[in-house]
């Protein structure tokens, strides 16, 4: 069983930057890939960003590519999500997710979630 909690979220202006970060219970965590998904209103969950289990790969859904950063601490059990250059469409609650084993982007295929934390980027 792995425990998630994320925090970092906030109001911040277009073109800020902010750093959310996700903090897991449990012993396993190196034993999982993690990914961080988004939900705005109205909206369906999408896919943000994923990291393999030893942090050596990293995947971006393309509207954040060069803008984010994901990265973990496995010493920490934490995984990290630096979003840079803000924009008014990245507002959503971000959740972060786990799973054992190979890294994937699609939510259904993860087993464990946090509570979300709410990003609003004003204009």
């Known amino acids: 069983q792995v425990q998630l909690v994320e925090s970092g979220g906030g109001l911040v202006q277009a073109g800020g930057s902010l750093r959310l970060s996700c903090a897991a219970s449990g012993r396993t965590f190196s034993s999982h890939a993690m990914g961080w998904f988004r939900q705005a209103p109205g909206k369906e969950r999408e896919f943000v960003a994923a990291?393999?289990?030893?942090?050596?790969?990293?995947y971006y859904a393309d509207s954040v590519k060069g803008r984010f950063t994901i990265s973990r601490d496995n010493a920490k059990n934490t995984v990290y999500l630096q979003m840079n250059s803000l924009k008014p469409e990245d507002t959503a609650v971000y959740y972060c997710?786990?799973?054992?084993?190979?890294?994937?982007?699609?939510?259904?295929?993860?087993?464990?979630w946090g509570q979300g934390t709410q990003v609003t980027v004003s204009s």
């Open positions: 990291i393999s289990r030893s942090g050596g790969s990293t």
């Open positions: 997710a786990a799973r054992n084993g190979l890294t994937r982007q699609q939510s259904y295929e993860y087993d464990y």
